[in-house]
């Protein structure tokens, strides 16, 4: 199993900084990725009040643009959409997804729970945001950054998440409509 997961600016993050904290948590990036493509296992890792969860992620329905292409710093890179659909208490919502993946660089990760491109995704544009990597580490330790199969981490839907997210948050704030 693979993992992706963002790496900590030492010049603008801090853990306390709860603006980019919010910015993270609305765009998706908060957490770490799990894609093992073999046995068909997607995973993001998440702590929600105090508990961490293992959260099922749907692979994506890619097309990709092979005549479109543009460079992301040196590597070139092939343009690929989707369309993300989210469902809220202000009703449902469609976003294009665009994301711009470089087939020179191994493997199928993207920011996000993006994934499933024959390439690294190295820009993504998802309605809400806009993700551009501009410095790649590939950490070659074996090994998992912690035990995935830990039985404190519980195994939910992304549905089922949400839906602890919104009772814990009604019930924190004490309020019937979120």
């Given at each position: 199993m693979r993992y992706f997961k963002k790496k900590k600016s030492l010049k603008t993050e801090t853990s306390t900084n709860p603006i980019r904290s919010f910015a993270s948590s609305y765009g998706g990036t908060r957490g770490t990725f799990f894609v093992d493509s073999k046995d068909s296992v997607y995973l993001n890792v998440r702590e929600f009040s105090g508990s961490f969860f293992k959260v099922k992620i749907e692979p994506k329905i890619w097309k990709i643009h092979s005549d479109e292409h543009k460079y992301v710093g040196k590597y070139k890179c092939l343009k690929a959409t989707t369309v993300d659909t989210i469902v809220?208490?202000?009703?449902?919502?469609?976003?294009?997804?665009?994301?711009?993946?470089?087939?020179?660089?191994?493997?199928?990760?993207?920011?996000?729970?993006?994934?499933?491109?024959?390439?690294?995704?190295?820009?993504?544009?998802?309605?809400?945001?806009?993700?551009?990597?501009?410095?790649?580490?590939?950490?070659?330790?074996?090994?998992?950054p912690f035990d995935i199969d830990d039985e404190r981490r519980r195994l939910v839907t992304e549905k089922q998440y949400d839906s602890i997210v919104e009772k814990t948050t009604k019930d924190f704030f004490n309020i019937s409509k979120f």
């Open positions: 809220n208490p202000k009703g449902v919502f469609t976003y294009n997804v665009v994301a711009w993946f470089s087939p020179e660089l191994p493997g199928i990760y993207g920011p996000a729970g993006y994934f499933g491109l024959p390439g690294l995704i190295l820009e993504l544009h998802n309605g809400k945001m806009s993700l551009e990597a501009n410095e790649l580490d590939f950490d070659t330790k074996k090994g998992k």
